[in-house]
């Protein structure tokens, strides 16, 4: 069975400084997505990036970028230049023949 | 108007009562979900529904029921709630396996 595991419950950044989340998962298939969701205090859920696993290139969207490391199965989200509104949690998610999320990981931003 | 949408926002029943969540997307997307939020747990999958007439288990399905007679509705019925079935309750739906999913604003759930 697929398995996505985050290891940092928590995560503290200063306003403008850069955090890596990780996520690391577990699976035989080799066609596959991964995806990171925002979740904000409004609870409303919001995609932050999307990579396919086929493609080597890493994701980027603005300020978030992924680390995409198929062999060892690792998909880290790197946010820069953190902004107050980047407080929230963040899921990482498998999607092969199901979905899978992780646990998430609180991120806090400090002015 | 467009988008997905929940119902109720909010329920409080009690333990053996049966109570049916009702989502709606007007998208006409493929795929629709059915996850619980709780805490410690992420987002854990109950049901998922491919194509209507389609559904299929997910992670945690024992106490719900599913059903997708069209496209765009696919509602979610605890048939005899339990208080370990107290929690937040996201419906998402989504082009295909491959796409993003769009949650709809969550329904939160209280058994007592």
């Known amino acids: 069975a697929q398995t996505v595991t985050q290891s940092q419950p928590e995560m503290s950044v200063q306003e403008a400084e850069t955090v890596t989340l990780s996520c690391t998962y577990d699976t035989s298939e080799s066609d596959y997505y991964l995806f990171w969701y925002k979740q904000p205090p409004s609870r409303q859920m919001i995609l932050v990036i999307r990579q396919e696993a086929y493609k080597q290139q890493n994701a980027t969207e603005n300020r978030f970028s992924v680390n995409f490391q198929k062999a060892a199965k690792s998909f880290s989200l790197k946010i820069s230049d953190s902004q107050l509104g980047d407080a929230a949690m963040y899921f990482c998610?498998?999607?092969?023949?199901?979905?899978?999320f992780g646990a998430g990981t609180i991120l806090r931003v400090k002015s | 108007d467009a988008g997905i949408t929940q119902s109720p926002r909010y329920k409080i029943t009690e333990t053996g009562r049966q109570v049916t969540l009702m989502c709606h997307q007007t998208?006409?997307?493929?795929?629709m979900f059915w996850y619980r939020q709780d805490l410690g747990h992420g987002l854990r999958l109950i049901y998922y529904s491919a194509a209507a007439d389609i559904t299929d288990k997910g992670e945690v399905p024992d106490g719900y029921v599913v059903s997708r007679s069209k496209t765009e509705n696919f509602p979610l019925t605890l048939e005899s709630a339990t208080r370990s079935q107290t929690s937040v309750y996201f419906c998402?739906?989504?082009?295909?396996?491959?796409?993003?999913?769009?949650f709809g604003p969550g329904t939160r759930l209280t058994v007592t």
């Open positions: 998610a498998y999607r092969g023949n199901k979905l899978v």
């Open positions: 998208w006409s997307h493929s795929y």
């Open positions: 998402a739906s989504s082009w295909d396996r491959g796409y993003e999913q769009y």
